[in-house]
């Protein structure tokens, strides 16, 4: 048995290991994180110290909420910066794979993490000083939502460039998680794919729909910010109905379907030769 501890040995490739790495399994769990983030918030905002933010970002200003969002996105952040090595490239599930696609989900692993802990400023919400913000929010004169002021001990709002920080990552990660589902999930990546009675169709179809869904809440919430800045009545308008954070919860529910359905959630997405056989009598 080859002593793998010795330097002169070369280190093993993920096709070589004793153990397997199932890529279905990691896109299981960065689906289901994606699609559940929304849907804990929602539950938390039910909660009657705690008001429903104006975007999914904001709920970082809550006290329970804003726990899940920073654990969500540095799960899945951390996920795609780390268990996507280049050596996956060409793997059962990623035959088709590039080393430049590889690099993009990592790039967008790390965009998650920014948006994360680079938060946005402002409450997002008229009542969230009553919520009880964390206790590190909380400056000389009552309670801070601006955490990068409140770090660096400034008395005014941070804003530029941190916010565009926040929102360019943000942009960056949904963009980048778009390609992926609409032009790397579509490709032929297994051999089970090419073989009778695939599937492939069918993913595919649900690939673009979503990966459309998530190029199209991008697009409406960029022309938002744009028109916010010249017209205040509507971004009041648009705020009181809570319009970013359904159109940011329509973009991960997009986002965690097809990675989820890339992990076969349900047996209609399998193809019928990766199936278990049932064995011989």
């Known amino acids: 048995m080859t002593d793998q501890s010795d330097p002169a040995q070369p280190p093993l490739a993920p096709r070589d290991l004793p153990f397997k790495v199932d890529l279905r399994r990691i896109h299981?769990?960065?689906?289901?994180?994606a699609f559940g983030l929304p849907l804990s918030l929602v539950a938390v905002a039910w909660l009657p110290t705690v008001c429903f933010h104006d975007s999914i970002s904001h709920f970082y200003f809550s006290p329970v909420g804003g726990d899940i969002l920073v654990g969500a996105l540095g799960f899945i952040g951390l996920l795609l910066v780390c268990l996507y090595s280049f050596d996956a490239a060409g793997c059962e599930g990623a035959r088709r794979w590039t080393r430049m696609d590889i690099l993009l989900i990592r790039l967008a692993g790390i965009a998650s993490l920014l948006v994360a802990f680079v938060p946005t400023t402002g409450t997002g919400c008229d009542?969230?000083?009553?919520?009880?913000a964390r206790a590190f929010l909380t400056g000389a004169e009552g309670p801070s939502f601006d955490f990068w002021a409140v770090l660096l001990g400034r008395s005014e709002t941070t804003g530029f460039p941190l916010?565009?920080?926040?929102?360019?990552?943000a942009g960056v990660m949904f963009l980048i998680l778009a390609y992926v589902v609409l032009r790397v999930f579509t490709r032929v990546n297994s051999e089970a794919a090419r073989r009778e009675g695939n599937r492939k169709s069918l993913r595919n179809g649900c690939y673009r729909v979503l990966?459309?869904?998530?190029?199209?809440?991008?697009?409406?919430?960029?022309?938002?910010?744009?028109?916010?800045?010249?017209?205040?009545?509507?971004?009041?308008?648009?705020n009181r109905l809570n319009l970013t954070f359904v159109l940011e919860a329509a973009?991960?529910?997009?986002?965690?379907?097809?990675?989820m359905i890339k992990g076969r959630v349900l047996p209609v997405f399998e193809d019928a030769a990766a199936r278990a056989q049932p064995r011989a009598a």
């Open 211 to 238: 990966g459309r869904m998530i190029l199209g809440v991008v697009a409406v919430l960029g022309i938002k910010m744009i028109f916010g800045t010249v017209a205040p009545d509507v971004l009041g308008f648009w």
């Open 127 to 132: 009542r969230a000083e009553t919520e009880g």
């Open 163 to 169: 916010d565009a920080v926040h929102y360019g990552a």
């Open 28 to 33: 299981l769990a960065v689906g289901w994180i």
């Open 251 to 259: 973009g991960l529910f997009a986002f965690g379907l097809a990675w």
